[in-house]
Each structure stands twice: as C-alpha cells, then as structure tokens.
C-alpha cells in the first residue's frame, strides 16, 4: 500500500506568520497536487507538480516537489484568514488513480 | 456549466438499509471516481470508472457497488448499510488522467448509519 505521510497534521497560527506544510512518501511520483478543502465543500486543485526539483508559486503560496520526486512542501508567506482550511497532497504513480495524504488542517487566527 | 454535483447532500440510514449516491458531470469527463473521507485518514478511494461502462475497483470498496451506464453519470451503492459507512462521500472526475490526473470534486454527501 503506497502512502503519503503529512505533517504536521494540525497547525494553528496568527495572521501574518509563516508557514510550511510536508508531504512524504518512500515511492516515487510521476506527478504530485495539492488541494484545498474549506468545510461543507469539495477539495479544489491549487497546484500541480511534475519535474523533480520544480518550484510554483501561486501568489503567498511556494511549492517545491523534492528532486527525487518522493516528497513535496507547501509554504505560505504571511498567512492570511482566508488561507484556513484542509490542505491534501495527491500523489500519481503512473496509473490512472490518485492516493491522496492524510492533510494538514490549517487554522488562521486574526 | 454547474461542474460535478451530488445527490443527496445529507442521509440518514439505519443499519441494513440500502441507498444509492448520484454524482453527475457536465464537463465530459472520462474518469469518475467515489471517495470517502473520515478524520485523520484523508481521502480514500471506493471504486472509479474510466469510461461510460467501466467499473474497478479502488482502496476501499468492500460494501458498495458502482455503476456508470451514463458517461455524465457514476453512481454508489449501498446495499446493506454498516455504521462503518458512516462517513463524507466525494465523487470527483478527470478528463483524461494523462500525466496529471487532475480531478475536480463535487461538494459531498455526509451520510450517518445508525
């Protein structure tokens, strides 16, 4: 059974703090995501990542995939309200289905 | 264009009560998949389809069947309800998984079996 490890699973912080989610695994991914869930509602794609070692950055928000492709981070610059909710990495292995990470539940104070 | 929608949004079951989960995609998806959700576990696939008539099974599918007669359609099944079932249901779908398998969520089903 493929795995993908995240942490730290909860994080709770004060609006403009700094922050850094991970995603791990011992496989390798052809392609990894990250999504955001915000409650009552479905995960929304935020970003996706195929080549080891690439950085996107989605405006407060860096993603680097791991240059061996096992791993990725999610980092948030100066963290806002409305960056609270449920973040999943997905991981693909060269099949047609996705395994999803155990989330990081992420809560912003003002 | 409404995305992927779920039918119902809540149900309560008693146990060994059956019920079936509508998902319905207007974005000509080709691959629909059914997932559950619980705390601390993440998502967790049930069972997909990669094309109008296909079924396969995913991580967890003990308990449900699935059918996709309607390549709009995927629809989950349970025909014995367990308090184990208990859980959100997602269904999701992607239009070709190709090398990026990105898939877009409908808004869920939370579902109690007493």
């Known amino acids: ?110 | 264009n409404a995305g992927v929608t779920q039918t119902p949004k809540f149900r309560v079951l008693k146990t060994g009560q059956s019920m079936t989960l509508l998902c319905a995609q207007d974005m000509n998806h080709e691959y629909m998949y059914w997932y559950r959700q619980d705390p601390g576990m993440g998502l967790r696939l049930i069972h997909y389809s990669v094309g109008e008539g296909t079924t396969a099974k995913g991580e967890v599918p003990d308990g449900y069947n699935v059918s996709r007669l309607k390549k709009q359609n995927f629809l989950l099944g349970l025909e014995s309800a367990a308090p184990s079932q208990t859980s959100v249901y997602f269904c999701a779908s992607s239009y070709w998984p190709g090398y990026y398998y990105e898939q877009y969520f409908g808004p869920g089903t939370r579902l109690t079996v007493t």
């Open chain 1, 1 to 110: 059974t493929q795995l993908l490890e995240q942490s730290p699973q909860f994080l709770s912080i004060q609006e403009g703090e700094n922050l850094t989610v991970y995603c791990n695994s011992s496989s390798v991914f052809s392609s990894l995501q990250w999504y955001r869930q915000e409650p009552g509602e479905g995960p929304v794609l935020l970003v996706t990542v195929v080549t080891g070692g690439e950085v996107k950055k989605l405006k407060r928000l860096t993603f680097q995939f791991g240059d061996a492709r096992k791993d990725s981070s999610l980092h948030i610059t100066a963290a806002q309200t409305g960056d609270t909710g449920l973040y999943l990495c997905a991981g693909a292995y060269n099949t047609d289905k996705l395994i999803f990470g155990t989330g990081t539940r992420l809560q912003v104070f003002p």
